[in-house]
């Protein structure tokens, strides 16, 4: 990753720590997968579909980017154990989080949430960790070690309130681990008009949002390392997660998982949108930007061409 870029090419003084309330870690780690390599490369894919989006979101209104997004350096450089790097992502996560910032992650493989999450649970209390993916990932060990991406969520599920929603993939062994109140599975979903509300009623206020995007259907998201079908769709994401930022207090959030393709770069701008869109939700009722700060811009009802002139009428 290019050391001068910004997130989205924003402008430079909109990027710096000083400036920015948003901190955007990216963790390109890929040491533990199991199948399909290529999360380490996620973080460049984002990046660069980041760079192609247009910065004005239209539901809310809003360019949060004015808030400022401060690209940090990479906590890792992919090589270190797992262990290492769970320890290097919490350490960094707490050093921003103390600099009271906002603070966001893109992974890399799954794994990276334990270090976050760790750090996170002792900066807010009674953390509610909301996790959006396709498998449970409450393995307590896999190949010998904690930090695979396969227990992503175990320690999650023992020092904090876990919600876990789309799960349509799981070990016998993980039944163990598993809360029943709190779990929403796939094949549920489409059957539960009611849903939302009763993940939301279980949550406490301060929620830290994991997304793996192989929650999402792989006919939306085919770019992941272990694609499952049946799962959620964009616009019902969106849907929850508007609700869950407007009606609780989000403290930061992760995406993780994706796993680049040739030709396959919808699913680069789908992680893309998808974390402007949750920064949006996040800043909406402070990020309104209409009338433009930067130009002189007419009402809407003033811009509309005029089909017949005053002298016609």
């Not at 906002?102 to 996170?120: K, Y």
């Not at 900066?123 to 896999?142: G, I, K, M, S």
């Not at 999402?216 to 272990?226: K, Y």
């Amino acid at each position: 990753m290019n050391n001068n870029a910004t997130y989205a090419g924003i402008p430079h003084n909109l990027s710096t720590l000083e400036n920015a309330k948003i901190v955007l870690i990216p963790v390109p780690y890929d040491g533990t997968s199991t199948w399909k390599k290529g999360a380490d490369k996620g973080p460049e894919a984002f990046l660069k579909a980041s760079e192609n989006m247009e910065l004005y979101d239209i539901e809310t209104q809003t360019e949060v980017y004015k808030k400022g997004v401060y690209l940090a350096p990479a906590p890792v450089t992919g090589n270190e154990t797992p262990e290492a790097m769970v320890n290097a992502v919490e350490e960094t996560v707490k050093n921003y989080l103390s600099c009271k910032k906002f603070v966001t992650l893109f992974g890399g493989e799954h794994s990276i949430s334990i270090g976050s999450i760790r750090a996170f649970a002792k900066n807010f209390e009674r953390l509610t960790v909301l996790q959006l993916d396709a498998h449970a990932d409450l393995r307590p060990t896999y190949e010998g070690s904690p930090f695979n991406h396969a227990c992503a969520l175990h320690e999650a599920s023992q020092t904090t309130n876990l919600i876990q929603i789309g799960i349509r993939s799981m070990d016998g062994i993980e039944k163990d681990y598993l809360n029943p109140e709190n779990t929403f599975f796939a094949h549920e979903l489409a059957n539960d008009p009611y849903w939302m509300d009763r993940a939301l009623d279980n949550m406490t206020e301060n929620i830290y949002i994991t997304i793996d995007l192989d929650g999402f259907d792989p006919s939306i998201l085919p770019a992941t390392g272990t694609p499952e079908p049946g799962g959620l769709l964009w616009y019902e994401t969106l849907e929850f997660l508007k609700e869950v930022f407007k009606e609780k207090n989000v403290v930061g959030f992760d995406i993780v998982e994706l796993c680049p393709q040739p030709a396959l770069y919808a699913s680069d701008f789908l992680a893309a949108k998808l974390y402007y869109k949750m920064l949006s939700y996040k800043f909406q009722e402070e990020a309104h930007t209409y009338p433009h700060e930067d130009e002189d811009f007419l009402a809407p009802s003033s811009k509309k061409p005029q089909k017949f002139s005053d002298d016609d009428e």
